[in-house]
């Protein structure tokens, strides 16, 4: 496709040379100023690389045609092969992606992003003590990435120490007001969001935006832990992160309320 646009441009570049060398007639026209205008070519199109269209396809779900372009890419891309594991492990190929991220890691051995995302790898298997040491080692090389913080407090959320989840929580949250907020991604970086306990994990976060004043979002959290079943309603009467929030209408109204539990 390249080829065949870039053809009438090289055409013309010659004409135009020949005109101007030999000042000769074509067709028996004399080629000079007042009796010839070089046409205006169009731009070449722009080349999209095989990463672009790899990204694109990963933005769209198309994991089995982002893996194929990326194939195409410099072989020893720590990016690359990060992004291929990425494929794969939305596929559920943890074997593959797991593959690809040690690949990156070896191409470079700094690389924080695919560390963190290997701690994914061994969180989804269960394996919560690997998963969280491979994002404490992630931190040490990224140590301002929410992100990676976050997965931290997921990881100890899952071992129960709900203690250092909740620091490694707050200090992700300071990082990014936006972390929890964030849906997905299709770029170098997983944030993990699969917990077994949802609605102890929806209260912990209720009670982390209540102690950051942040109502609207310590609100959301709260109805998020009662419809998932939290039964413990007198935490939110007891807990001292939730005393400025007690006088709020809303937050009389989510205790009084019977949820349904989702």
Known sequence: M???????????LTLLTAFSLTGQTVSGLRADASTTTA?????PPPLVSSET????????????????EYKDCPPDSAVIMNKTGIAYHQMLDLNDAKRYYQRAIK?????????????????TRKNYRRAVGLYKKAIRLAPKSASIYSNLGTGY???????????????????????????????VLLQERTVE????????????????GTRDRALLYIRKALEEGFKDKKKFQEDPEFSSMRDLPEFKELLAMDHHVL
Do not use: C, W
Request: hydrophobic residues 40%; glycine residues 4%.
């Open 39 to 43: 046409m205006p070519q169009p731009p």
């Open 197 to 212: 306990e949802r609605a102890k994990y929806h209260y912990y976060l209720a009670k982390m935006y209540a102690k950051a």
């Open 157 to 187: 959320f899952a071992r129960k120490d709900y203690r250092a989840a909740t620091e490694a929580f707050e200090t992700a949250l300071q990082l990014d007001p936006e972390v929890f907020e964030h849906k997905s991604s299709h770029g």
């Open 53 to 68: 269209r790899g990204d694109i396809f990963m933005a769209k779900k198309m994991y089995r045609e982002a893996i194929e």
């Open 2 to 12: 390249i080829l065949r646009s870039a053809l009438p441009v090289v055409a013309s």
């Open 107 to 123: 191409t470079d051995p700094r690389y924080a992003e695919a560390i963190n995302n290997l701690g994914t790898i061994e969180y």
